[in-house]
Structures are given as structure tokens and as C-alpha cells.
């Protein structure tokens, strides 16, 4: 029979299921029945309770699960012979009238809307590259010292410096008052490296062991704690401990301490830019895929289901509910996800299934589905960061998840590369600091 099909608004659409009753009743009989063989019952030896029983306690549970299954199987057959492509679950609701011996119900529901993919060649997409230099091997190689440096204690009659390790006791106060997190006793922290906010940086430098400062700070605007953001506080800082730092000595035996197995300066400098040349790979193509899948999105016209977003939504709040459970954050799993934390959330979920369904339209009418030649020398590369490749090859290739990670990453690779082959293509060479700080 002919399925009618009825549309509403854009991609939603209805149509009507109709059941026979019997049919409803005939399984639920069945299945009332194979369950009355295993159920247990107080005064009732196994297999031996009356139906009647099992009908009243278990009838309408049975009952809803056969009218799902039934609905479920009758969309699904229903679908498939009008040749639709579901987007989403489908809200079914009975109707008010139904023929006697049927049940109708209404079937309501979203459909994958057509893409429309403009001209590429009319996008313009700027293209990343850049290069590893011998001052950024420069700085990695004074950074391995530095995770090698040791510490010694300073005199008293010594002032604090750059680069020196100070404990500190310190008390801030906003407007004559104590806040949150502006007190604390043997803080300890490294001067110049950026983890104080540069005033206070600058006012313990020049203090000795035992020396108590007074001064004002002007917390950001864009401070990350909100309660003290764009407001200035008063800060007492005594100083209690100086050390000094003392970097390892780029000699053979630091050399070798690394892995380098001969010793040489030059070996290291070598895996260095190995390593260095690896990562800016990395980091250039996911900003030219970035920027290639921003193309994308610009140059495709589509309606985006509403249900797809919900979904999205829905995983992204989860998404958060589980990082608040992570960091420790009591009954985190079972608070409800606050509404305008959903409704922000709903412009990127938008953006993610948009993006989703025209990459996806793609690798379907090009031919960009991952090759097992670009799966095994995805997995290869990646493999070379690590102290043996070979294990890290077959952790991959043992397990269907990871390799459908993999293949997914491969994909979306495609997915650039036939975009950027388009495009109107801006190059634009990014030094190498700009670039590992973006």
C-alpha cells in the first residue's frame, strides 16, 4: 500500500500509521504467556502462576512494549517504501479516531535535507605554513634544561631576581576586605615565567628573606576569577625563601640523559627538529582544515534538522555534566543541566551537525571515504612521537574503535584537502612562535 506522506514546514514531515488491533493483542498474549513460565510469585510453585496474575501485574508494561516495537517496525517498513531519510527519532501520537479494529496513529518527524554545495572557487581560504628555525630549537633546548634544573637556597642578605624560586606568604584585600582565593602561606612560584600577573611579578622582585611589601594590583577585566575581575586589590607580601636556579650544563652526559645515544650536541639538536618539524605538521594541517572546513560551511546552502541540533545539544550538555563530575564537583551527574547552559551550547551544536551533514554529503558524492593505505600511514606518523613505534602500531590496529577515531581523522583530511584543491587559495606564512602559540 501506498504511503502518504504529508509535509509541514521545511524538512518536517507526517504521515499515518495504522496497527490492527488484534495484532497488538495477539503478541502481548504471546509474550503474557512465555513470561508466565519463568515469573515467581509468593504461594505459586514456578511456572505455575495464574494468568490472571501476570496480566494484572505485568499486562501494561508488556502491552507498551509491543505497541513500540510494533510502531517502530511500521515507521521503519513505512519510511524505507517512501524512501525517506530519517533525521532523528519520530514523534508518534494516536489519533483521536480510528477504525474499528485498527489503531491509527501520527507520525511526525524530520527528514535530511538536500545540500547544495556553490561554486568553491569563489571561497577565499588562507593557507598556513610554516617552518621550524634554529632559534626554536634554541629555546626547546634551554626548555629540556629547564625541566632539569635544580634549586639552591640564597643568602639572606640576597635580593630576589628573575628566574629565581620565591615562597611567599601573601594576603589580598579588596576595598579593606578579604576574598576568595587572595591569601595563602608558603606560595611558591618561579619569577618571570608568567605564572603571577606581571605587578605582582614585579613588586617581589628586589625583596629579601624576611621583608614585608605593600602594594596595589589591578586585576584584568578578562580575569579568570570573575569576583575580582577589573578591580584593584591591596596586596602584604613576606617574603620567607630565595632560591636560585641552576641549569644543567649541555654537555655529553646531559645529552645522553635525553635518549641521544652518542652524546653530540648536533644528535640532539637533530631529534629536536625532528620532533619540532612533527608537531608543526600537525598543528598546520588542523588549522588549514579548520579553515578549510569554514569554507565549507560558508559555501553550503541547507536546512538543518531541528532534531539533529536537540541531539547535539543534549550530548554537548552531557559533555559538561561529566567534566564538572571529573573535577569533583558534588552530584554533578544527577543536577539537571541548567537551561541557558543548553541555550548556549545550541549555536556550536547547530554548527557541528551543519558541518556534519555537508562533509558527510561529500565524502558520499566524491569518493572520500579513508583509504587502508592512509589509515596505515596515519597511524605510522602518529606512532613516530612515540619510544616504540611498533607497539603504539599494533594498539591501534587491535582495537575498532580507535580505528574508527583514525578513520574519521583520515576523512575529515580529505574532506580539506578536496576543498583546498577548489578554493581560492591566500598563502600566508606564520612564524614558527605564532603559530605554537595560537
Given at each position: ?213 605593600t602594594f596595589p594590583l589591578q586585576f584584568p577585566a578578562d580575569y579568570h576569577g570573575k569576583d575580582v575581575a577589573g578591580k584593584e586589590a591591596d596586596f602584604l607580601v613576606t617574603m620567607r625563601k630565595i632560591e ?109 551537525v551543519r558541518l556534519g551533514l555537508v562533509v558527510g554529503d561529500l565524502v558520499r558524492t566524491q569518493n572520500l571515504q579513508a583509504r587502508p593505505d592512509q589509515l596505515q600511514a596515519h597511524i605510522e606518523e602518529l ?56
Amino acid at each position: 500500500m501506498a504511503v502518504t506522506v504529508e509535509t509541514l514546514e521545511k524538512l518536517e514531515r507526517r504521515m499515518t500509521l495504522t496497527i490492527a488491533a488484534t495484532e497488538i493483542s495477539n503478541e502481548v498474549e504471546s509474550r503474557l504467556r512465555k513470561l508466565s513460565r519463568t515469573v515467581k510469585a509468593d504461594g505459586f510453585r514456578p511456572g505455575k502462576v495464574p494468568m490472571s496474575f501476570v496480566t494484572q501485574r505485568y499486562g501494561y508494561s508488556v502491552e507498551y512494549e509491543v505497541l513500540n516495537d510494533k510502531l517502530g517496525k511500521a515507521f521503519a517498513a513505512a519510511a524505507n517504501e517512501a524512501q525517506l531519510r530519517v533525521a532523528g527519532t519520530p514523534k508518534i501520537t494516536p489519533k483521536d479516531q480510528s477504525a474499528e479494529g485498527l489503531l491509527t496513529f501520527d507520525a511526525t518527524f524530520e527528514v535530511y535535507p538536500e545540500i547544495k554545495l556553490n561554486d568553491l572557487s569563489e571561497i577565499e581560504v588562507e593557507r598556513v605554513s610554516s617552518e621550524v628555525t634554529d632559534a626554536a630549537i634554541d629555546r626547546t633546548v634551554d626548555i629540556l634544561r629547564k625541566q632539569r634544573r635544580t634549586f639552591a637556597q640564597r643568602p639572606a642578605v640576597e635580593y630576589a631576581e628573575e628566574t629565581d624560586r620565591v615562597t611567599i606568604d601573601f594576603e589580598g584585600k579588596i576595598d579593606g576586605e578579604p576574598f576568595s582565593g587572595g591569601k595563602a602561606e608558603g606560595f611558591q612560584f618561579l619569577i618571570g615565567e608568567g605564572q603571577m600577573l606581571e605587578q605582582f611579578d614585579s613588586a617581589v622582585r628586589g625583596m629579601k628573606v624576611g621583608e614585608s611589601k605593600t602594594f596595589p594590583l589591578q586585576f584584568p577585566a578578562d580575569y579568570h576569577g570573575k569576583d575580582v575581575a577589573g578591580k584593584e586589590a591591596d596586596f602584604l607580601v613576606t617574603m620567607r625563601k630565595i632560591e636560585a636556579q641552576h641549569l644543567p650544563t649541555l654537555d655529553e652526559a646531559f645529552v645522553k640523559s635525553l635518549g641521544i645515544g652518542d652524546g653530540s650536541q648536533e644528535a640532539l639538536r637533530a631529534d629536536v627538529r625532528k620532533n619540532l618539524e612533527r608537531e608543526v605538521r600537525f598543528r598546520v594541517l588542523a588549522r588549514n582544515k579548520a579553515a578549510a572546513m569554514e569554507a565549507l560551511v560558508k559555501a553550503a546552502e541547507l536546512d538543518v534538522p531541528k532534531a539533529l541540533v536537540d541531539g547535539e545539544v543534549e550530548r554537548m550538555g552531557e559533555a559538561a555534566r561529566e567534566d564538572l563530575k571529573q573535577r569533583g564537583v558534588k552530584d554533578a551527574d544527577k543536577a539537571p543541566i541548567p537551561p541557558d547552559m543548553l541555550a548556549l551550547f545550541r549555536p556550536q551544536a547547530e554548527r557541528r551537525v551543519r558541518l556534519g551533514l555537508v562533509v558527510g554529503d561529500l565524502v558520499r558524492t566524491q569518493n572520500l571515504q579513508a583509504r587502508p593505505d592512509q589509515l596505515q600511514a596515519h597511524i605510522e606518523e602518529l606512532s613516530q612521537s612515540y619510544e616504540k613505534p611498533a607497539e603504539v602500531l599494533r594498539w591501534y590496529l587491535s582495537d575498532r574503535q580507535r580505528m574508527a577515531e583514525v578513520e574519521a581523522v583520515v576523512v575529515e583530511n580529505n574532506v580539506a584537502d578536496y576543498v583546498l584543491a577548489r578554493a581560492k587559495i591566500v598563502d600566508k606564512p606564520l612564524a614558527f612562535d605564532e603559530l605554537m602559540t595560537a
